[in-house]
Protein backbone atom coordinates (compact mmCIF):
# COMPACT_ATOMS: atom_id res chain seq x y z
CA UNK A 1 0.00 0.00 0.00
CA UNK A 2 1.39 3.72 -0.30
CA UNK A 3 2.25 4.63 3.18
CA UNK A 4 0.24 7.81 4.63
CA UNK A 5 2.41 7.31 7.90
CA UNK A 6 4.75 10.94 7.47
CA UNK A 7 8.76 10.55 7.45
CA UNK A 8 9.06 11.73 11.12
CA UNK A 9 6.58 8.86 12.03
CA UNK A 10 8.42 7.41 15.72
CA UNK A 11 8.49 3.26 14.75
CA UNK A 12 9.38 1.48 17.95
CA UNK A 13 8.16 -0.34 21.07
CA UNK A 14 7.78 -0.87 24.56
CA UNK A 15 8.23 -1.92 27.74
CA UNK A 16 8.11 -1.23 31.64
CA UNK A 17 11.47 -1.02 33.75
CA UNK A 18 9.32 -3.49 36.57
CA UNK A 19 8.46 -6.33 34.10
CA UNK A 20 11.97 -6.40 32.20
CA UNK A 21 15.03 -4.79 34.10
CA UNK A 22 14.47 -8.15 37.12
CA UNK A 23 17.69 -6.88 39.52
CA UNK A 24 14.91 -6.13 42.21
CA UNK A 25 17.59 -5.26 44.95
CA UNK A 26 20.62 -4.42 42.34
CA UNK A 27 22.71 -1.20 43.35
CA UNK A 28 20.93 0.07 45.82
CA UNK A 29 17.14 -0.28 44.39
CA UNK A 30 14.41 -0.32 47.12
CA UNK A 31 10.86 -2.38 46.85
CA UNK A 32 7.83 -0.97 44.69
CA UNK A 33 4.45 -2.55 44.59
CA UNK A 34 5.47 -4.95 42.18
CA UNK A 35 7.38 -6.63 44.55
CA UNK A 36 5.00 -7.92 47.11
CA UNK A 37 2.50 -8.77 43.18
CA UNK A 38 3.59 -12.46 42.28
CA UNK A 39 0.57 -12.79 40.05
CA UNK A 40 0.06 -9.38 39.06
CA UNK A 41 -3.73 -8.45 39.87
CA UNK A 42 -5.00 -12.17 39.47
CA UNK A 43 -3.79 -13.05 43.18
CA UNK A 44 -3.84 -10.89 46.52
CA UNK A 45 -0.21 -9.47 47.05
CA UNK A 46 2.41 -11.02 49.43
CA UNK A 47 3.55 -9.11 52.62
CA UNK A 48 7.53 -9.20 51.21
CA UNK A 49 9.08 -10.24 48.16
CA UNK A 50 8.79 -14.08 46.82
CA UNK A 51 10.72 -16.34 44.96
CA UNK A 52 7.67 -17.07 42.74
CA UNK A 53 7.69 -13.89 41.33
CA UNK A 54 9.16 -13.52 38.04
CA UNK A 55 9.86 -9.66 38.21
CA UNK A 56 12.35 -10.00 40.80
CA UNK A 57 14.33 -11.38 37.67
CA UNK A 58 12.24 -10.41 34.90
CA UNK A 59 14.26 -10.87 31.72
CA UNK A 60 17.24 -9.55 33.30
CA UNK A 61 17.23 -6.37 30.92
CA UNK A 62 18.90 -4.44 34.09
CA UNK A 63 22.20 -6.72 33.03
CA UNK A 64 21.87 -7.64 29.30
CA UNK A 65 19.79 -4.09 27.70
CA UNK A 66 23.20 -3.58 25.76
CA UNK A 67 22.09 -6.48 23.43
CA UNK A 68 18.44 -6.14 23.62
CA UNK A 69 19.08 -2.43 22.41
CA UNK A 70 21.09 -3.87 19.32
CA UNK A 71 18.29 -5.67 18.53
CA UNK A 72 16.29 -3.14 18.61
CA UNK A 73 18.16 -1.47 16.34
CA UNK A 74 18.91 -4.22 14.15
CA UNK A 75 15.01 -3.46 13.26
CA UNK A 76 15.06 -0.07 12.60
CA UNK A 77 13.59 1.44 16.64
CA UNK A 78 13.73 5.00 16.07
CA UNK A 79 11.92 5.58 19.17
CA UNK A 80 11.84 3.20 22.60
CA UNK A 81 9.47 3.61 25.48
CA UNK A 82 10.80 2.54 29.11
CA UNK A 83 10.18 3.33 32.35
CA UNK A 84 12.45 4.81 35.02
CA UNK A 85 11.99 2.45 38.52
CA UNK A 86 11.35 5.10 41.16
CA UNK A 87 12.35 2.79 43.84
CA UNK A 88 15.91 2.81 41.67
CA UNK A 89 16.39 6.39 42.24
CA UNK A 90 14.58 7.05 45.88
CA UNK A 91 14.97 3.41 47.35
CA UNK A 92 11.89 4.24 50.37
CA UNK A 93 10.79 7.48 47.93
CA UNK A 94 10.71 10.16 50.30
CA UNK A 95 14.75 10.25 50.66
CA UNK A 96 16.21 13.47 49.90
CA UNK A 97 19.51 12.85 48.12
CA UNK A 98 18.73 9.89 45.36
CA UNK A 99 20.58 6.85 44.36
CA UNK A 100 23.73 7.64 42.06
CA UNK A 101 23.92 3.75 40.83
CA UNK A 102 20.59 4.04 39.56
CA UNK A 103 20.51 7.24 38.12
CA UNK A 104 23.62 5.71 36.32
CA UNK A 105 22.14 2.97 35.00
CA UNK A 106 19.63 5.11 33.36
CA UNK A 107 22.32 7.39 31.73
CA UNK A 108 24.28 4.32 30.37
CA UNK A 109 20.75 3.10 29.11
CA UNK A 110 19.99 5.82 27.07
CA UNK A 111 22.96 6.75 26.06
CA UNK A 112 23.42 3.17 24.37
CA UNK A 113 19.92 3.75 22.70
CA UNK A 114 21.13 7.27 21.32
CA UNK A 115 24.36 5.41 19.96
CA UNK A 116 22.32 4.01 17.44
CA UNK A 117 19.46 6.82 16.97
CA UNK A 118 16.64 5.54 19.39
CA UNK A 119 15.28 8.22 20.91
CA UNK A 120 14.30 7.39 25.01
CA UNK A 121 10.46 7.52 25.00
CA UNK A 122 10.41 7.39 29.37
CA UNK A 123 7.62 7.06 31.13
CA UNK A 124 8.14 8.90 35.01
CA UNK A 125 5.74 6.26 36.71
CA UNK A 126 4.89 2.75 36.22
CA UNK A 127 3.11 0.78 37.97
CA UNK A 128 6.01 1.04 40.33
CA UNK A 129 5.58 3.77 43.26
CA UNK A 130 8.30 2.68 46.04
CA UNK A 131 6.90 0.20 48.25
CA UNK A 132 7.48 2.28 51.42
CA UNK A 133 5.47 5.42 49.96
CA UNK A 134 2.52 2.80 49.51
CA UNK A 135 3.10 1.18 53.29
CA UNK A 136 3.58 4.53 55.51
CA UNK A 137 1.60 6.91 53.08
CA UNK A 138 -0.97 5.05 51.85
CA UNK A 139 -0.05 6.42 48.00
CA UNK A 140 -1.57 8.66 46.21
CA UNK A 141 -4.47 8.97 48.83
CA UNK A 142 -1.44 11.04 50.94
CA UNK A 143 -1.06 14.58 49.42
CA UNK A 144 2.67 14.66 50.18
CA UNK A 145 3.11 12.11 47.38
CA UNK A 146 2.84 15.24 45.06
CA UNK A 147 5.80 16.50 46.88
CA UNK A 148 7.83 13.18 46.63
CA UNK A 149 6.97 12.97 42.80
CA UNK A 150 8.24 16.57 42.15
CA UNK A 151 11.96 15.54 44.07
CA UNK A 152 11.69 12.53 41.87
CA UNK A 153 10.58 14.19 38.46
CA UNK A 154 12.88 17.69 39.03
CA UNK A 155 16.04 14.73 39.38
CA UNK A 156 15.14 13.10 36.24
CA UNK A 157 14.69 16.25 34.37
CA UNK A 158 17.94 17.68 35.68
CA UNK A 159 19.80 14.43 34.66
CA UNK A 160 18.30 13.30 31.35
CA UNK A 161 17.26 16.54 30.04
CA UNK A 162 19.86 16.29 27.26
CA UNK A 163 19.17 12.68 26.59
CA UNK A 164 15.46 12.06 26.83
CA UNK A 165 13.38 14.63 24.74
CA UNK A 166 9.93 12.27 25.18
CA UNK A 167 8.81 12.38 28.76
CA UNK A 168 4.99 10.05 30.30
CA UNK A 169 4.11 11.24 33.29
CA UNK A 170 1.89 8.14 34.52
CA UNK A 171 1.51 5.16 32.98
CA UNK A 172 -2.64 4.43 32.35
CA UNK A 173 -2.94 6.81 34.97
CA UNK A 174 -6.87 5.67 34.61
CA UNK A 175 -6.38 2.68 35.73
CA UNK A 176 -6.08 3.08 39.36
CA UNK A 177 -10.33 3.22 39.21
CA UNK A 178 -9.89 -0.51 38.53
CA UNK A 179 -6.38 -1.34 40.47
CA UNK A 180 -5.62 1.22 43.45
CA UNK A 181 -2.93 -0.45 44.69
CA UNK A 182 -0.68 -1.31 41.22
CA UNK A 183 -1.57 1.68 39.47
CA UNK A 184 -1.13 4.20 42.83
CA UNK A 185 0.13 2.99 45.51
CA UNK A 186 -2.76 2.91 46.99
CA UNK A 187 -2.55 0.16 50.37
CA UNK A 188 -6.07 0.09 51.70
CA UNK A 189 -7.56 -2.88 50.00
CA UNK A 190 -9.80 -1.55 47.32
CA UNK A 191 -13.00 -2.91 48.55
CA UNK A 192 -12.48 -0.85 51.67
CA UNK A 193 -11.52 2.17 49.48
CA UNK A 194 -14.46 4.92 49.65
CA UNK A 195 -15.15 6.67 46.49
CA UNK A 196 -13.95 9.94 48.28
CA UNK A 197 -10.81 8.45 48.99
CA UNK A 198 -10.11 6.99 45.32
CA UNK A 199 -10.99 10.46 43.71
CA UNK A 200 -9.27 12.20 46.08
CA UNK A 201 -5.49 10.27 45.14
CA UNK A 202 -6.34 11.07 41.35
CA UNK A 203 -7.11 14.21 41.62
CA UNK A 204 -3.35 14.26 43.69
CA UNK A 205 -1.99 13.00 40.44
CA UNK A 206 -3.75 14.70 38.06
CA UNK A 207 -1.74 18.09 40.03
CA UNK A 208 1.31 15.88 40.27
CA UNK A 209 1.26 15.08 36.54
CA UNK A 210 0.30 18.96 35.76
CA UNK A 211 2.96 19.83 38.17
CA UNK A 212 5.57 17.99 35.94
CA UNK A 213 4.43 19.76 32.67
CA UNK A 214 5.53 23.07 34.41
CA UNK A 215 8.96 21.71 35.71
CA UNK A 216 9.58 20.31 32.23
CA UNK A 217 8.57 22.91 30.48
CA UNK A 218 11.13 25.11 32.47
CA UNK A 219 13.95 22.84 32.60
CA UNK A 220 13.33 21.77 29.40
CA UNK A 221 11.83 24.05 27.08
CA UNK A 222 12.94 21.58 23.80
CA UNK A 223 11.02 18.44 25.61
CA UNK A 224 7.98 16.99 24.75
CA UNK A 225 5.65 15.58 27.94
CA UNK A 226 2.49 13.57 27.29
CA UNK A 227 -0.16 12.19 29.38
CA UNK A 228 -0.59 8.08 28.67
CA UNK A 229 -4.04 6.31 29.21
CA UNK A 230 -5.58 3.20 29.14
CA UNK A 231 -8.31 3.79 26.13
CA UNK A 232 -10.92 1.07 25.83
CA UNK A 233 -13.86 2.57 23.49
CA UNK A 234 -17.11 1.47 24.50
CA UNK A 235 -19.67 0.24 21.92
CA UNK A 236 -23.51 0.03 23.27
CA UNK A 237 -24.50 -3.58 23.03
CA UNK A 238 -27.77 -2.28 21.29
CA UNK A 239 -28.94 0.73 19.02
CA UNK A 240 -31.53 0.45 22.48
CA UNK A 241 -31.19 4.58 23.61
CA UNK A 242 -30.77 2.90 27.15
CA UNK A 243 -27.50 1.08 25.87
CA UNK A 244 -26.27 4.28 24.68
CA UNK A 245 -26.33 6.14 27.29
CA UNK A 246 -24.56 3.04 29.70
CA UNK A 247 -21.79 3.31 26.93
CA UNK A 248 -21.65 7.26 27.00
CA UNK A 249 -21.48 6.94 30.93
CA UNK A 250 -18.90 4.69 30.88
CA UNK A 251 -16.80 6.78 28.29
CA UNK A 252 -17.29 9.69 30.30
CA UNK A 253 -15.11 8.06 33.49
CA UNK A 254 -12.87 7.27 31.60
CA UNK A 255 -12.36 10.52 29.71
CA UNK A 256 -11.75 12.49 32.43
CA UNK A 257 -8.36 11.85 33.02
CA UNK A 258 -7.32 12.91 29.39
CA UNK A 259 -9.67 15.50 29.68
CA UNK A 260 -8.25 17.03 32.84
CA UNK A 261 -4.49 16.32 31.17
CA UNK A 262 -5.62 18.58 28.24
CA UNK A 263 -7.99 20.94 28.79
CA UNK A 264 -6.59 21.63 32.13
CA UNK A 265 -9.48 21.38 34.20
CA UNK A 266 -12.56 19.10 35.24
CA UNK A 267 -15.07 18.75 33.12
CA UNK A 268 -18.72 19.21 33.79
CA UNK A 269 -20.29 15.62 33.71
CA UNK A 270 -18.24 14.78 36.24
CA UNK A 271 -20.03 16.87 38.96
CA UNK A 272 -23.15 14.72 38.43
CA UNK A 273 -21.00 11.74 39.20
CA UNK A 274 -19.44 13.30 41.78
CA UNK A 275 -23.04 14.90 43.61
CA UNK A 276 -24.38 11.54 43.16
CA UNK A 277 -21.52 9.35 44.83
CA UNK A 278 -20.73 11.83 47.78
CA UNK A 279 -17.62 12.35 45.90
CA UNK A 280 -15.94 16.11 47.15
CA UNK A 281 -12.56 16.72 45.62
CA UNK A 282 -10.33 19.12 47.99
CA UNK A 283 -8.70 21.35 46.17
CA UNK A 284 -6.11 23.19 48.10
CA UNK A 285 -4.67 27.03 46.85
CA UNK A 286 -2.93 26.94 43.56
CA UNK A 287 -4.18 23.57 42.95
CA UNK A 288 -6.37 25.14 39.59
CA UNK A 289 -3.13 26.94 38.68
CA UNK A 290 -1.31 24.32 38.00
CA UNK A 291 -3.68 21.91 36.43
CA UNK A 292 -4.23 24.69 33.90
CA UNK A 293 -0.32 23.37 32.46
CA UNK A 294 -1.57 21.13 29.84
CA UNK A 295 0.43 18.47 28.16
CA UNK A 296 2.19 18.71 24.63
CA UNK A 297 0.47 15.41 23.01
CA UNK A 298 -2.02 12.31 24.66
CA UNK A 299 -0.50 8.84 24.68
CA UNK A 300 -2.81 6.12 24.96
CA UNK A 301 -2.44 2.31 25.01
CA UNK A 302 -5.04 0.13 23.10
CA UNK A 303 -5.79 -3.54 22.61
CA UNK A 304 -9.67 -4.08 23.20
CA UNK A 305 -12.75 -2.82 22.82
CA UNK A 306 -15.59 -3.25 24.87
CA UNK A 307 -19.53 -2.67 25.37
CA UNK A 308 -21.92 -1.96 27.67
CA UNK A 309 -25.48 -2.57 28.35
CA UNK A 310 -28.39 -1.57 30.45
CA UNK A 311 -29.96 -4.70 30.74
CA UNK A 312 -28.17 -6.77 33.43
CA UNK A 313 -29.51 -10.29 31.49
CA UNK A 314 -27.16 -9.22 29.02
CA UNK A 315 -24.21 -8.97 31.09
CA UNK A 316 -21.78 -11.44 29.74
CA UNK A 317 -18.48 -10.59 30.94
CA UNK A 318 -15.42 -10.47 28.75
CA UNK A 319 -12.12 -9.87 29.75
CA UNK A 320 -9.87 -7.07 29.07
CA UNK A 321 -6.69 -4.80 29.76
CA UNK A 322 -7.69 -4.04 33.53
CA UNK A 323 -11.34 -3.39 32.87
CA UNK A 324 -13.60 -5.67 31.90
CA UNK A 325 -16.74 -4.91 29.78
CA UNK A 326 -19.35 -6.89 27.98
CA UNK A 327 -18.28 -9.23 25.45
CA UNK A 328 -18.83 -8.24 21.67
CA UNK A 329 -20.43 -10.79 20.19
CA UNK A 330 -18.66 -9.28 16.41
CA UNK A 331 -15.30 -9.89 17.87
CA UNK A 332 -13.06 -12.49 18.02
CA UNK A 333 -11.00 -12.61 21.25
CA UNK A 334 -7.05 -13.67 22.36
CA UNK A 335 -6.07 -16.56 24.27
CA UNK A 336 -6.65 -14.34 27.38
CA UNK A 337 -9.86 -13.23 26.11
CA UNK A 338 -9.11 -9.58 25.06
CA UNK A 339 -11.70 -9.24 22.24
CA UNK A 340 -9.48 -7.87 19.10
CA UNK A 341 -10.96 -5.18 17.24
CA UNK A 342 -8.28 -3.08 14.84
CA UNK A 343 -10.69 -0.57 13.67
CA UNK A 344 -11.66 0.12 17.16
CA UNK A 345 -8.12 1.97 17.32
CA UNK A 346 -9.21 4.17 14.26
CA UNK A 347 -11.97 5.16 16.21
CA UNK A 348 -10.18 5.95 18.84
CA UNK A 349 -7.50 8.21 17.49
CA UNK A 350 -10.61 10.34 15.92
CA UNK A 351 -12.04 10.67 18.79
CA UNK A 352 -9.35 11.77 20.80
CA UNK A 353 -7.94 14.22 17.82
CA UNK A 354 -11.33 15.62 17.51
CA UNK A 355 -11.56 15.84 21.38
CA UNK A 356 -8.23 17.41 21.87
CA UNK A 357 -6.73 18.97 18.51
CA UNK A 358 -3.34 17.53 20.08
CA UNK A 359 -0.79 15.27 18.60
CA UNK A 360 -1.58 11.38 19.36
CA UNK A 361 1.35 8.78 20.27
CA UNK A 362 -0.20 5.12 20.54
CA UNK A 363 2.20 3.65 22.99
CA UNK A 364 0.93 0.48 23.84
CA UNK A 365 -0.28 -2.17 21.68
CA UNK A 366 0.20 -6.23 20.66
CA UNK A 367 -0.81 -9.89 21.28
CA UNK A 368 -0.39 -11.51 23.84
CA UNK A 369 0.05 -14.97 22.99
CA UNK A 370 1.29 -18.58 23.82
CA UNK A 371 4.11 -18.96 21.32
CA UNK A 372 6.21 -21.73 20.29
CA UNK A 373 9.89 -22.00 20.43
CA UNK A 374 10.87 -24.22 17.22
CA UNK A 375 14.24 -24.34 15.24
CA UNK A 376 13.82 -23.93 11.32
CA UNK A 377 15.49 -24.86 8.09
CA UNK A 378 19.01 -23.02 8.70
CA UNK A 379 19.02 -24.91 11.95
CA UNK A 380 18.02 -21.43 14.29
CA UNK A 381 15.34 -21.28 16.88
CA UNK A 382 12.89 -18.98 16.31
CA UNK A 383 8.55 -18.34 16.14
CA UNK A 384 6.56 -18.74 13.29
CA UNK A 385 3.93 -15.73 14.75
CA UNK A 386 1.75 -15.24 12.08
CA UNK A 387 -0.69 -14.43 14.31
CA UNK A 388 1.40 -11.76 16.05
CA UNK A 389 2.27 -10.65 12.31
CA UNK A 390 -1.66 -10.65 11.32
CA UNK A 391 -2.53 -8.45 14.37
CA UNK A 392 -0.15 -5.59 14.02
CA UNK A 393 -0.39 -5.69 10.49
CA UNK A 394 -4.26 -5.15 10.67
CA UNK A 395 -3.92 -2.69 13.74
CA UNK A 396 -1.44 -0.66 11.88
CA UNK A 397 -3.71 -0.40 8.67
CA UNK A 398 -6.64 1.17 10.74
CA UNK A 399 -3.54 3.68 12.07
CA UNK A 400 -2.72 4.74 8.19
CA UNK A 401 -6.55 4.97 7.99
CA UNK A 402 -6.92 7.75 10.99
CA UNK A 403 -3.72 9.74 9.35
CA UNK A 404 -5.76 9.58 6.31
CA UNK A 405 -8.68 10.93 8.19
CA UNK A 406 -6.40 14.27 9.38
CA UNK A 407 -5.09 12.72 12.53
CA UNK A 408 -1.45 13.79 13.81
CA UNK A 409 0.00 10.38 15.01
CA UNK A 410 3.56 11.36 16.45
CA UNK A 411 4.52 7.33 16.74
CA UNK A 412 3.49 3.65 17.42
CA UNK A 413 5.57 1.56 19.63
CA UNK A 414 4.70 -2.02 20.06
CA UNK A 415 3.94 -3.47 23.63
CA UNK A 416 6.25 -5.83 25.17
CA UNK A 417 8.72 -5.69 21.74
CA UNK A 418 10.98 -7.81 23.72
CA UNK A 419 8.69 -10.71 25.85
CA UNK A 420 8.41 -9.91 29.09
CA UNK A 421 6.30 -10.83 32.38
CA UNK A 422 2.87 -10.11 31.74
CA UNK A 423 1.37 -7.20 33.90
CA UNK A 424 -1.79 -8.50 34.83
CA UNK A 425 -1.12 -11.88 35.60
CA UNK A 426 2.82 -12.10 35.85
CA UNK A 427 3.47 -14.79 33.47
CA UNK A 428 6.19 -15.62 30.92
CA UNK A 429 4.04 -17.93 28.96
CA UNK A 430 1.77 -14.50 27.71
CA UNK A 431 4.21 -13.39 25.17
CA UNK A 432 4.20 -10.09 23.26
CA UNK A 433 7.77 -9.86 21.74
CA UNK A 434 9.46 -9.90 18.71
CA UNK A 435 11.92 -11.18 20.37
CA UNK A 436 11.81 -14.59 22.06
CA UNK A 437 13.41 -14.72 25.60
CA UNK A 438 13.92 -18.28 26.85
CA UNK A 439 12.33 -18.33 30.03
CA UNK A 440 9.60 -20.12 31.67
CA UNK A 441 6.11 -19.80 34.33
CA UNK A 442 8.53 -21.86 36.98
CA UNK A 443 11.60 -19.54 36.70
CA UNK A 444 13.47 -22.41 34.42
CA UNK A 445 15.32 -21.14 31.15
CA UNK A 446 18.39 -19.92 29.84
CA UNK A 447 17.32 -16.29 28.85
CA UNK A 448 19.29 -16.37 25.46
CA UNK A 449 17.16 -14.47 22.43
CA UNK A 450 15.81 -15.15 19.87
CA UNK A 451 14.10 -13.56 16.59
CA UNK A 452 10.83 -14.45 16.06
CA UNK A 453 9.50 -14.12 12.57
CA UNK A 454 7.88 -10.60 13.54
CA UNK A 455 11.06 -9.61 14.08
CA UNK A 456 11.86 -9.70 10.53
CA UNK A 457 8.22 -8.64 9.74
CA UNK A 458 8.50 -5.45 11.85
CA UNK A 459 11.85 -4.67 10.08
CA UNK A 460 10.71 -4.43 7.15
CA UNK A 461 7.41 -2.20 7.82
CA UNK A 462 9.87 -0.03 9.60
CA UNK A 463 12.04 0.15 7.10
CA UNK A 464 9.18 1.16 4.37
CA UNK A 465 7.54 3.30 6.67
CA UNK A 466 4.52 1.05 6.62
CA UNK A 467 4.20 0.63 2.53
CA UNK A 468 4.81 -3.01 3.17
CA UNK A 469 1.72 -3.54 5.33
CA UNK A 470 -1.10 -5.12 3.54
CA UNK A 471 -5.10 -3.70 3.97
CA UNK A 472 -7.52 -7.04 4.56
CA UNK A 473 -10.50 -4.79 3.77
CA UNK A 474 -8.85 -4.47 0.31
CA UNK A 475 -8.17 -8.67 -0.35
CA UNK A 476 -11.93 -8.98 0.51
Given at each position: MTTPFPKAFLWGGAVAANQLEGAYNQDGKGLSVQDVLPKGISAPRTEE???DNLKLVGIDFY????EDIKLFAEMGFKVFRTSIAWSRIFPQGDELEPNEKGLQFYDDLFDECLKYGIEPLV???HYETPLHLSKTYNGWVNRQMIGFYERYVRTLFARYKGKVKYWLTFNEINSILEEPFMSGGIFTPKEQLSKQDLYQAIHHELVASALAVKIGHEMMPEAKIGCMVLSMPTYPLTPNPD?????MHAEQRNDLFADV???GYYPKYINRYFKENNISIQFEDGDAEILKHTVDFISFSYYVSICETADPDKRNEGKGNLFAGVQNPYLKASEWGWQID??????TLNKYYDRYQKPLFIVENGLGAIDELVTDEQGNKTVIDDYRIQYLNDHL???GKAIEDGVEVMGFTSWGCIDLVSASTAEMKKRYGFIYVDRNNDGTGSLERYKKKSFDWYKE???TNGASLTDPAAEK
Open positions: PTSNRYKTISDVVKAHARPQGLRVVEVVIG
